[in-house]
Protein backbone atom coordinates (compact mmCIF):
# COMPACT_ATOMS: atom_id res chain seq x y z
CA UNK A 1 0.00 0.00 0.00
CA UNK A 2 2.63 2.33 0.98
CA UNK A 3 4.39 2.38 -2.65
CA UNK A 4 0.37 3.60 -4.13
CA UNK A 5 0.22 6.23 -1.39
CA UNK A 6 -2.91 7.39 0.41
CA UNK A 7 -5.67 10.02 -0.40
CA UNK A 8 -7.40 12.59 2.18
CA UNK A 9 -11.42 11.69 3.14
CA UNK A 10 -12.76 14.61 0.81
CA UNK A 11 -10.74 12.35 -2.56
CA UNK A 12 -11.88 9.42 -1.30
CA UNK A 13 -15.40 10.66 -0.73
CA UNK A 14 -15.03 11.82 -4.32
CA UNK A 15 -13.58 8.54 -5.99
CA UNK A 16 -16.68 6.86 -3.78
CA UNK A 17 -18.97 9.40 -5.60
CA UNK A 18 -17.51 8.73 -9.19
CA UNK A 19 -17.80 4.77 -8.52
CA UNK A 20 -21.47 5.07 -7.63
CA UNK A 21 -22.73 7.61 -9.72
CA UNK A 22 -20.02 6.75 -12.86
CA UNK A 23 -21.89 5.09 -15.52
CA UNK A 24 -24.75 4.90 -13.51
CA UNK A 25 -26.56 8.49 -14.54
CA UNK A 26 -26.55 7.45 -18.06
CA UNK A 27 -27.47 3.85 -18.25
CA UNK A 28 -29.41 3.42 -14.86
CA UNK A 29 -32.36 5.34 -15.74
CA UNK A 30 -33.62 3.36 -18.60
CA UNK A 31 -33.84 0.20 -17.23
CA UNK A 32 -34.77 1.44 -13.68
CA UNK A 33 -38.07 3.51 -15.53
CA UNK A 34 -38.73 -0.17 -18.04
CA UNK A 35 -39.20 -1.90 -14.50
CA UNK A 36 -41.43 0.59 -12.25
CA UNK A 37 -42.89 3.25 -14.86
CA UNK A 38 -43.32 6.53 -12.90
CA UNK A 39 -42.50 5.16 -9.48
CA UNK A 40 -38.88 4.92 -10.77
CA UNK A 41 -37.52 7.24 -8.21
CA UNK A 42 -39.11 5.60 -5.33
CA UNK A 43 -37.18 2.40 -6.74
CA UNK A 44 -34.60 4.62 -6.45
CA UNK A 45 -34.85 5.84 -2.67
CA UNK A 46 -35.65 2.31 -1.81
CA UNK A 47 -32.36 1.18 -2.90
CA UNK A 48 -30.26 4.11 -1.78
CA UNK A 49 -31.71 2.89 1.85
CA UNK A 50 -29.93 -0.27 1.53
CA UNK A 51 -26.91 1.20 0.08
CA UNK A 52 -26.06 3.50 3.45
CA UNK A 53 -27.01 0.03 5.68
CA UNK A 54 -24.16 -1.49 3.33
CA UNK A 55 -22.03 1.57 3.73
CA UNK A 56 -22.95 1.65 7.26
CA UNK A 57 -21.85 -1.67 7.49
CA UNK A 58 -18.61 -0.91 5.85
CA UNK A 59 -17.34 1.63 7.87
CA UNK A 60 -18.30 -0.18 11.10
CA UNK A 61 -15.94 -2.84 10.31
CA UNK A 62 -13.57 -0.19 9.15
CA UNK A 63 -13.38 1.08 12.62
CA UNK A 64 -12.91 -2.22 14.12
CA UNK A 65 -9.72 -2.82 11.97
CA UNK A 66 -8.82 0.64 11.17
CA UNK A 67 -5.25 -0.03 8.77
CA UNK A 68 -6.62 -2.93 7.24
CA UNK A 69 -8.82 -3.78 4.23
CA UNK A 70 -11.66 -6.18 3.82
CA UNK A 71 -9.25 -8.96 3.00
CA UNK A 72 -7.01 -8.75 5.58
CA UNK A 73 -9.21 -8.31 8.10
CA UNK A 74 -11.13 -11.24 6.77
CA UNK A 75 -8.16 -13.27 7.60
CA UNK A 76 -8.54 -11.46 11.08
CA UNK A 77 -11.65 -12.59 11.38
CA UNK A 78 -12.71 -15.70 10.16
CA UNK A 79 -9.16 -17.62 8.99
CA UNK A 80 -7.27 -17.65 5.90
CA UNK A 81 -8.68 -20.64 4.76
CA UNK A 82 -12.28 -19.21 4.67
CA UNK A 83 -10.79 -15.85 3.35
CA UNK A 84 -9.51 -18.10 0.14
CA UNK A 85 -13.09 -19.37 -0.07
CA UNK A 86 -14.81 -15.89 -0.23
CA UNK A 87 -12.09 -14.51 -2.23
CA UNK A 88 -13.02 -16.98 -4.98
CA UNK A 89 -16.05 -16.12 -5.89
CA UNK A 90 -15.28 -12.22 -5.05
CA UNK A 91 -12.60 -11.79 -7.63
CA UNK A 92 -14.40 -14.06 -10.28
CA UNK A 93 -17.41 -11.35 -10.32
CA UNK A 94 -14.89 -8.67 -9.89
CA UNK A 95 -13.49 -9.89 -13.54
CA UNK A 96 -17.20 -9.82 -15.16
CA UNK A 97 -17.77 -6.71 -13.15
CA UNK A 98 -14.63 -4.68 -14.56
CA UNK A 99 -15.08 -6.64 -18.29
CA UNK A 100 -19.04 -5.83 -17.96
CA UNK A 101 -18.45 -2.06 -17.37
CA UNK A 102 -15.91 -1.60 -20.70
CA UNK A 103 -18.69 -3.79 -22.32
CA UNK A 104 -21.22 -0.96 -21.49
CA UNK A 105 -19.07 1.89 -22.99
CA UNK A 106 -18.39 -0.40 -26.15
CA UNK A 107 -22.19 -1.18 -26.69
CA UNK A 108 -22.74 2.32 -26.27
CA UNK A 109 -19.96 3.78 -29.06
CA UNK A 110 -21.78 0.86 -31.36
CA UNK A 111 -25.15 2.11 -30.83
CA UNK A 112 -24.58 5.86 -31.25
CA UNK A 113 -21.14 7.67 -31.86
CA UNK A 114 -18.66 4.84 -33.57
CA UNK A 115 -21.62 2.77 -35.45
CA UNK A 116 -18.46 1.39 -37.77
CA UNK A 117 -15.59 1.04 -35.14
CA UNK A 118 -15.52 -2.54 -33.87
CA UNK A 119 -15.87 -3.65 -30.29
CA UNK A 120 -12.57 -5.16 -29.79
CA UNK A 121 -10.75 -2.11 -30.94
CA UNK A 122 -12.89 0.14 -28.60
CA UNK A 123 -12.34 -2.05 -25.47
CA UNK A 124 -8.80 -2.47 -25.94
CA UNK A 125 -7.78 1.19 -26.18
CA UNK A 126 -10.06 1.62 -23.09
CA UNK A 127 -8.51 -0.81 -21.13
CA UNK A 128 -4.96 0.05 -21.83
CA UNK A 129 -5.84 3.39 -20.84
CA UNK A 130 -7.22 2.62 -17.44
CA UNK A 131 -4.34 0.27 -17.07
CA UNK A 132 -1.74 2.69 -17.53
CA UNK A 133 -3.90 5.04 -14.90
CA UNK A 134 -3.93 2.30 -12.41
CA UNK A 135 -0.18 1.57 -12.58
CA UNK A 136 0.29 5.30 -11.85
CA UNK A 137 -1.36 4.81 -8.08
CA UNK A 138 -4.22 5.87 -6.11
CA UNK A 139 -3.00 9.41 -5.64
CA UNK A 140 -3.38 9.94 -9.26
CA UNK A 141 -6.85 8.45 -9.55
CA UNK A 142 -8.06 10.76 -6.80
CA UNK A 143 -6.41 13.40 -8.72
CA UNK A 144 -7.94 12.64 -12.10
CA UNK A 145 -11.21 11.70 -10.28
CA UNK A 146 -12.02 15.29 -9.28
CA UNK A 147 -11.84 16.89 -12.61
CA UNK A 148 -13.43 14.16 -14.72
CA UNK A 149 -16.81 13.58 -11.88
CA UNK A 150 -17.02 18.10 -11.94
CA UNK A 151 -17.03 17.76 -16.14
CA UNK A 152 -19.54 14.49 -15.93
CA UNK A 153 -21.92 16.25 -13.36
CA UNK A 154 -21.58 20.02 -14.70
CA UNK A 155 -22.37 18.77 -18.40
CA UNK A 156 -25.34 16.56 -16.72
CA UNK A 157 -26.84 19.50 -14.99
CA UNK A 158 -26.56 21.75 -18.13
CA UNK A 159 -28.52 19.01 -20.23
CA UNK A 160 -31.14 18.78 -17.51
CA UNK A 161 -31.47 22.99 -17.40
CA UNK A 162 -31.80 23.52 -21.07
CA UNK A 163 -34.53 20.89 -22.03
CA UNK A 164 -36.50 22.53 -19.00
CA UNK A 165 -38.80 23.95 -21.60
CA UNK A 166 -39.90 20.46 -22.64
CA UNK A 167 -40.63 18.90 -18.94
CA UNK A 168 -44.20 18.19 -18.51
CA UNK A 169 -45.23 17.33 -14.75
CA UNK A 170 -48.51 15.96 -15.56
CA UNK A 171 -46.47 12.92 -17.07
CA UNK A 172 -45.43 12.04 -13.60
CA UNK A 173 -48.35 10.87 -12.93
CA UNK A 174 -49.93 8.77 -11.67
CA UNK A 175 -46.82 7.33 -9.26
CA UNK A 176 -47.92 3.64 -9.22
CA UNK A 177 -49.65 3.04 -12.27
CA UNK A 178 -49.24 -0.81 -11.42
CA UNK A 179 -48.95 -0.84 -7.83
CA UNK A 180 -45.68 -2.16 -5.51
CA UNK A 181 -44.62 -4.87 -7.22
CA UNK A 182 -43.05 -3.11 -10.18
CA UNK A 183 -41.37 -0.49 -7.87
CA UNK A 184 -39.90 -3.57 -5.83
CA UNK A 185 -38.64 -4.69 -9.16
CA UNK A 186 -37.04 -1.49 -9.48
CA UNK A 187 -35.51 -1.28 -6.28
CA UNK A 188 -33.96 -4.80 -6.87
CA UNK A 189 -32.60 -3.73 -10.15
CA UNK A 190 -30.95 -0.01 -8.41
CA UNK A 191 -30.01 -1.92 -5.97
CA UNK A 192 -27.72 -4.26 -7.71
CA UNK A 193 -26.73 -1.46 -10.12
CA UNK A 194 -24.94 0.36 -8.25
CA UNK A 195 -25.40 0.28 -4.63
CA UNK A 196 -24.49 -3.12 -3.72
CA UNK A 197 -21.34 -2.62 -5.41
CA UNK A 198 -20.05 -0.28 -2.82
CA UNK A 199 -19.07 -3.02 -0.41
CA UNK A 200 -15.98 -3.31 -2.68
CA UNK A 201 -14.63 0.39 -1.44
CA UNK A 202 -14.16 -1.63 1.94
CA UNK A 203 -10.78 -2.60 0.10
CA UNK A 204 -9.43 1.28 -0.45
CA UNK A 205 -10.47 2.66 2.99
CA UNK A 206 -6.96 1.88 4.10
CA UNK A 207 -5.54 4.61 1.86
CA UNK A 208 -7.14 7.23 3.61
CA UNK A 209 -4.35 9.39 6.10
CA UNK A 210 -4.47 8.21 9.32
CA UNK A 211 -5.26 11.66 10.52
CA UNK A 212 -8.34 11.88 8.49
CA UNK A 213 -9.92 8.28 9.27
CA UNK A 214 -12.53 10.09 11.66
CA UNK A 215 -13.83 12.32 9.04
CA UNK A 216 -14.29 9.75 6.02
CA UNK A 217 -17.36 8.07 7.12
CA UNK A 218 -19.29 11.55 7.27
CA UNK A 219 -18.05 12.78 4.12
CA UNK A 220 -18.96 8.47 1.85
CA UNK A 221 -22.46 9.47 3.48
CA UNK A 222 -22.92 12.93 2.26
CA UNK A 223 -21.45 11.41 -1.36
CA UNK A 224 -24.27 8.64 -0.99
CA UNK A 225 -26.79 11.28 -0.45
CA UNK A 226 -25.54 13.09 -3.62
CA UNK A 227 -25.45 9.98 -5.82
CA UNK A 228 -29.21 9.05 -4.62
CA UNK A 229 -30.29 13.24 -5.57
CA UNK A 230 -28.96 13.35 -8.87
CA UNK A 231 -29.82 10.00 -10.26
CA UNK A 232 -33.61 10.64 -8.83
CA UNK A 233 -33.44 14.11 -10.31
CA UNK A 234 -31.78 12.18 -13.89
CA UNK A 235 -35.11 9.62 -13.58
CA UNK A 236 -37.85 12.51 -12.95
CA UNK A 237 -36.25 14.48 -15.86
CA UNK A 238 -36.87 11.66 -18.78
CA UNK A 239 -39.99 10.78 -17.33
CA UNK A 240 -41.15 14.35 -17.70
CA UNK A 241 -39.63 15.20 -21.47
CA UNK A 242 -40.03 11.25 -22.88
CA UNK A 243 -43.34 10.08 -20.85
CA UNK A 244 -43.93 6.39 -21.55
CA UNK A 245 -41.47 6.14 -23.55
CA UNK A 246 -38.84 7.03 -20.95
CA UNK A 247 -38.84 3.21 -20.02
CA UNK A 248 -38.27 1.73 -23.97
CA UNK A 249 -35.48 4.15 -25.02
CA UNK A 250 -31.34 3.17 -23.84
CA UNK A 251 -29.63 6.16 -22.40
CA UNK A 252 -32.48 8.06 -21.79
CA UNK A 253 -30.02 11.11 -20.90
CA UNK A 254 -28.70 10.64 -23.91
CA UNK A 255 -32.21 11.03 -26.03
CA UNK A 256 -32.96 13.91 -24.07
CA UNK A 257 -29.68 15.89 -24.87
CA UNK A 258 -30.35 15.23 -28.80
CA UNK A 259 -33.97 17.19 -28.32
CA UNK A 260 -31.93 20.64 -26.98
CA UNK A 261 -32.25 23.13 -29.88
CA UNK A 262 -31.96 27.12 -29.65
CA UNK A 263 -32.62 29.37 -32.69
CA UNK A 264 -30.31 27.28 -34.37
CA UNK A 265 -27.33 27.86 -32.08
CA UNK A 266 -26.96 25.46 -29.42
CA UNK A 267 -28.01 21.65 -31.14
CA UNK A 268 -27.11 17.97 -31.22
CA UNK A 269 -25.28 18.40 -27.85
CA UNK A 270 -25.65 14.99 -26.93
CA UNK A 271 -22.04 14.59 -27.34
CA UNK A 272 -21.37 16.29 -23.75
CA UNK A 273 -23.93 12.80 -21.97
CA UNK A 274 -21.43 10.71 -24.36
CA UNK A 275 -18.58 12.26 -22.74
CA UNK A 276 -20.45 11.64 -18.91
CA UNK A 277 -20.92 7.87 -19.92
CA UNK A 278 -17.10 7.68 -21.12
CA UNK A 279 -15.52 9.29 -18.26
CA UNK A 280 -18.37 7.77 -15.86
CA UNK A 281 -17.06 4.61 -17.04
CA UNK A 282 -13.79 5.28 -17.06
CA UNK A 283 -13.08 6.41 -13.64
CA UNK A 284 -15.40 3.50 -12.20
CA UNK A 285 -13.22 0.47 -14.35
CA UNK A 286 -10.24 2.04 -13.21
CA UNK A 287 -11.02 1.70 -9.46
CA UNK A 288 -12.19 -2.08 -9.69
CA UNK A 289 -9.27 -2.87 -11.73
CA UNK A 290 -7.20 -1.17 -8.45
CA UNK A 291 -9.41 -2.75 -6.44
CA UNK A 292 -8.84 -6.13 -8.07
CA UNK A 293 -5.10 -5.94 -8.67
CA UNK A 294 -4.78 -4.93 -4.61
CA UNK A 295 -7.12 -8.02 -4.09
CA UNK A 296 -5.31 -10.76 -5.62
CA UNK A 297 -2.12 -8.99 -4.24
CA UNK A 298 -3.39 -9.79 -0.88
CA UNK A 299 -4.12 -13.22 -1.14
CA UNK A 300 -0.96 -14.04 -2.88
CA UNK A 301 0.82 -12.03 -0.92
CA UNK A 302 3.10 -10.09 -3.38
CA UNK A 303 5.16 -7.04 -2.56
CA UNK A 304 3.84 -5.19 -5.95
CA UNK A 305 0.58 -5.53 -7.14
CA UNK A 306 1.56 -3.29 -10.21
CA UNK A 307 3.08 -6.52 -11.48
CA UNK A 308 -0.08 -7.69 -11.95
CA UNK A 309 -2.11 -5.22 -13.52
CA UNK A 310 -1.44 -5.73 -17.39
CA UNK A 311 -2.71 -9.29 -17.03
CA UNK A 312 -5.33 -8.49 -15.48
CA UNK A 313 -6.19 -6.08 -17.50
CA UNK A 314 -5.95 -8.25 -20.68
CA UNK A 315 -8.04 -10.92 -19.05
CA UNK A 316 -10.32 -8.41 -18.72
CA UNK A 317 -10.25 -7.34 -22.27
CA UNK A 318 -10.37 -10.73 -23.44
CA UNK A 319 -14.02 -11.13 -21.33
CA UNK A 320 -14.98 -8.24 -22.45
CA UNK A 321 -14.75 -9.56 -26.29
CA UNK A 322 -16.26 -12.80 -25.74
CA UNK A 323 -18.78 -13.07 -22.63
CA UNK A 324 -21.66 -11.89 -24.86
CA UNK A 325 -23.01 -12.33 -27.77
CA UNK A 326 -25.69 -10.03 -28.84
CA UNK A 327 -26.80 -6.76 -26.27
CA UNK A 328 -30.09 -8.19 -25.65
CA UNK A 329 -28.50 -11.24 -23.11
CA UNK A 330 -26.06 -8.18 -21.41
CA UNK A 331 -29.49 -6.54 -20.72
CA UNK A 332 -31.05 -9.50 -18.93
CA UNK A 333 -27.61 -9.97 -16.72
CA UNK A 334 -27.63 -6.60 -15.63
CA UNK A 335 -31.03 -6.50 -14.96
CA UNK A 336 -31.45 -10.05 -13.13
CA UNK A 337 -28.09 -11.64 -12.58
CA UNK A 338 -26.09 -8.68 -11.42
CA UNK A 339 -28.04 -8.19 -8.15
CA UNK A 340 -27.48 -11.62 -7.48
CA UNK A 341 -24.37 -12.11 -8.18
CA UNK A 342 -23.00 -8.88 -6.13
CA UNK A 343 -24.67 -9.96 -3.26
CA UNK A 344 -23.34 -13.48 -3.58
CA UNK A 345 -19.51 -12.44 -4.33
CA UNK A 346 -19.74 -9.09 -2.09
CA UNK A 347 -22.22 -8.11 0.16
CA UNK A 348 -22.39 -11.59 1.53
CA UNK A 349 -18.83 -11.97 2.52
CA UNK A 350 -18.72 -9.00 4.03
CA UNK A 351 -21.64 -9.29 6.27
CA UNK A 352 -20.31 -12.92 7.26
CA UNK A 353 -17.21 -11.07 8.19
CA UNK A 354 -19.01 -8.45 10.49
CA UNK A 355 -21.32 -11.18 12.10
CA UNK A 356 -18.33 -13.13 13.32
CA UNK A 357 -16.38 -9.73 14.16
CA UNK A 358 -19.57 -8.82 16.43
CA UNK A 359 -20.02 -12.30 18.06
CA UNK A 360 -16.21 -11.91 18.68
CA UNK A 361 -16.48 -8.76 20.29
CA UNK A 362 -19.43 -9.86 22.29
CA UNK A 363 -17.57 -12.69 23.95
CA UNK A 364 -14.36 -10.35 24.89
CA UNK A 365 -14.30 -9.68 28.41
CA UNK A 366 -14.20 -6.97 29.43
CA UNK A 367 -11.29 -5.25 30.26
CA UNK A 368 -10.49 -4.81 34.28
CA UNK A 369 -10.19 -2.00 36.48
Not at 304 to 327: G, H, K, Q, W
Request: positive net charge; proline residues 5%; hydrophobic residues 55%.
Amino acid sequence: MNNQGSVSSIQMSVLFLAFITGSSIVLIPGPLTNAARNGAWLSLFLALALGMVLLACVLYLHRVYPRMSFIEYSRAAVGKWLTLLLAIPYVTVMFWHVAGIVIEIGGFFNNTMLRETPTYAINTLFFATIAMTVRAGIEVIARMSVLLLMLMLGFTIVVLVMVAPLYHPEYLRPVLPDGIRPVLHGAYIAYGFPYSELTTFAMLLPFVRKQEQTKVGKFLFWALILNGVTLAASILCSIMVLGPLSGDLKYSLYQLARLIYVQEIVERIESVIGFSLIAGSYIKSTIMLFILSKVLAQLFKLQDERLLIFPVALICLLLSITMYSNEMSLDEAVNATWPLLDNAAYTLPLLLVMAVTLVKRLRKPPASA
